[in-house]
């Protein structure tokens, strides 16, 4: 059992940790806002930008040649994905999910190569009104040092975890994704994985404030 000051701190940890990642959403949703009115395109239908629409199909055609070079499986997650995303984008998707909830979900295909695209497993952090903040699984194998050790930005999650496999948890790719990304339900992770998990994440992100309270820990 923790003691009262244990408990406290772990309380003051996860407030602070949801805390800062609203204020970065609150953020980043403004910026988008703005970068559109700088633009000068609200307000304007696609139909009436004639130079715009010149500029997209030429921008199609390239995407159309670069696609021609991916394989046939990769080619039909990019339509599996973009057909749901058609269908989808413009509906508010209010389910509620519980923290610690293993999610199947469409990441997307519009990523740069090393940031996680399509369909992969994911763990619910924290969940607003129609946004969910996950970290990613793979079965793929964590990167290792020369030592052999697991890099921190990965965890290594079991059937005992809550897994329906050994699972990497890919901490660097945590993020909010929409709810109507998500396609299944998978399952749930133990508590104390859950925990880990999480203060990991917090460790990682927001480095100062992590020593700051291993400092009252110690104290």
Not at 33 to 41: S, T, Y
Not at 123 to 145: L, Y
């Amino acid at each position: 059992m923790l003691l009262n000051k244990e408990v406290i701190i772990l309380k003051n940890k996860k407030i602070i940790f949801i805390g800062i990642l609203f204020i970065l959403f609150i953020i980043i949703g403004t910026l988008n806002v703005n970068a559109a009115k700088e633009l000068g395109i609200t307000g304007i239908l696609f139909k009436n930008a004639e130079q715009l629409k010149k500029e997209f199909f030429t921008s199609l055609k390239n995407y159309e040649f670069k696609l021609t070079e991916q394989s046939a499986y990769e080619i039909a997650l990019w339509i599996e994905s973009n057909e749901k995303h058609l269908s989808a984008s413009q509906q508010n998707n209010f389910t509620k999910y519980s923290l610690g909830e293993i999610l199947l979900v469409d990441l997307g295909w519009n990523n740069y190569d090393r940031e996680f695209a399509y369909i992969h497993p994911a763990i619910v952090i924290k969940e607003t009104a129609t946004k969910i903040f996950i970290v990613p699984c793979s079965s793929g194998t964590p990167r290792k040092d020369k030592n052999g050790n697991i890099y921190p930005e990965f965890e290594i999650g079991t059937t005992d975890d809550g897994f329906q496999r050994d699972t990497v948890v890919m901490l660097y790719e945590a993020k909010y994704i929409d709810k109507n990304r998500v396609i299944s339900r998978l399952g749930k992770t133990s508590n104390q994985f859950f925990d880990k998990i999480y203060n990991k994440l917090f460790e990682q992100i927001f480095e100062p404030i992590y020593y700051k309270m291993k400092k009252l820990e110690n104290n």
